[in-house]
């Protein structure tokens, strides 16, 4: 009988090693975008807006390293800078390539997910999401 921590710990393997497939599936697209590329580009596709200082948050990165980062995604026309308001840092959007890159990403990611839960009951996979989506609660909560 396998203990509670030990349960966890395949549960943390499991997550990371699923995503980090799925992410080095998806690199092979028409984007030659690396791991951490793809995250930030997902980070700005699902908050329109947001800035360098909160993706560095967002990741528990360094600000020059969001940065560097950053300034290579603009370079390859997938990100830009929106129109400034007020405060501080400059916001960021994607380019329609970045919106291209994004859209694949998920797309590969989602084979991924498709692929594994191909042999599950529509209840498994159904509770399986159920699950999925308690726990990212519990790890979004204040």
Same mark, same amino acid.
């Not at 590329?37 to 990741?59: H, L, N, Y």
């Given at each position: 009988m396998s203990s509670r921590h030990d349960d966890s710990t395949a549960v943390l393997r499991a997550l990371v090693a699923i995503s980090r497939r799925g992410l080095a599936d998806a690199r092979y697209g028409d984007a030659p975008l690396s791991i951490t590329?793809?995250?930030? +580009?997902?980070?700005? &596709?699902?908050?329109? #807006?947001?800035?360098?200082?909160?993706?560095?948050?967002?990741?528990r990165l360094n600000r020059s390293t969001v940065s560097?980062?950053?300034s290579a995604l603009?370079?390859?026309?997938? +990100?830009?800078?929106? &129109?400034?308001?007020? #405060?501080?840092g400059r916001p960021l959007e994607l380019t329609d390539e970045g919106l291209a890159a994004y859209r694949g990403t998920l797309?590969?990611?989602?084979?991924v997910i498709t692929d594994h839960l191909s042999s599950w009951t529509d209840a498994e996979v159904s509770r399986?999401?159920?699950d999925l989506q308690r726990f990212d609660?519990?790890?979004?909560?204040?």
């Open positions: 590329d793809q995250s930030i +580009v997902m980070a700005i &596709a699902e908050q329109p #807006g947001i800035r360098s200082i909160d993706i560095a948050k967002m990741f560097r980062q950053l603009t370079t390859l026309g997938v +990100v830009r800078e929106a &129109a400034a308001d007020s #405060g501080r797309d590969a990611l989602q084979a399986f999401a159920h609660r519990g790890a979004t909560a204040p």
